[in-house]
């Protein structure tokens, strides 16, 4: 290969670069979460991304996006900057019935603090899915905390909840997924990156 087949080859593979790295995404169950995505000013990473199940069925899939990886409620709790998680319905749910299990899983989770700091987002997320009736495959949730705007729940890209510039708000929502009593052991898992356990022979 001469000099200038090789400078243009690795002039072409400059180029291709950024665009590989943009379009890098894990997929789930068909949804595909990309590696990085701008937040308030911010670069995040992928810190984990799974399936919620009902029984056999799945319901959605979950990603959940921090500016330093994170593999324990805790540390996700306590890093700095922006943080996301995202949801895209996998099958149809009766939205009311959908606000109902997160605002009762906020109850299960939060700490007696947070839940009372939570309260005013709990009733606006009983408010916002009595408007949308039904949720069906490919409508997402996405639950973000911006340092100095706040926490903010959109359905469907459409801000519904917030801003409420505490961060206890977050906190609150966030550990339907990553509380004691959380909505599916295997995503919590799954979101905080801990790998799965190997199979016993």
């Known amino acids: 290969m001469n000099l200038r087949r090789v400078v243009t080859l ?24 990309p590696h990085t995505l701008q937040l308030g000013g911010s670069t ?25 990886k994170a593999q324990t409620p805790e540390a996700v709790l306590a890093a700095p900057g922006a943080k996301r998680i995202h949801l895209v319905l996998l099958r149809a749910l009766d939205a009311n ?4 299990i997160l605002s009762a899983g906020i109850e299960h989770n939060a700490s007696r603090e947070e839940f009372v700091q939570a309260l005013p987002a709990i009733s606006r997320m ?26 903010t729940l959109s359905v469907k890209g459409k801000p519904e909840v917030g801003p409420y510039n505490d961060v206890r708000v977050f906190n609150a929502m966030a550990k339907i997924w990553l509380g004691k009593n959380p909505a599916d052991w295997q995503l919590k898992d799954a979101l905080l990156g801990v790998p799965k356990a190997a199979p016993v022979n």
């Open 10 to 33: 690795a002039f072409a593979l400059s180029l291709a670069a950024p665009v590989l790295a943009q379009t890098a995404a894990t997929d789930v169950a068909g949804v595909k979460f």
């Open 44 to 68: 995040l990473q992928l810190n984990g991304a799974g399936i919620r199940y009902k029984a056999i069925f799945k319901v959605y899939a979950a990603g959940m996006y921090l500016s330093t």
């Open 97 to 100: 019935e959908f606000g109902k």
């Open 126 to 151: 009983g408010e916002a899915s009595s408007q949308y009736k039904q949720l069906v495959p490919g409508d997402t949730l996405t639950i973000d905390w911006v340092p100095g705007t706040g926490a």
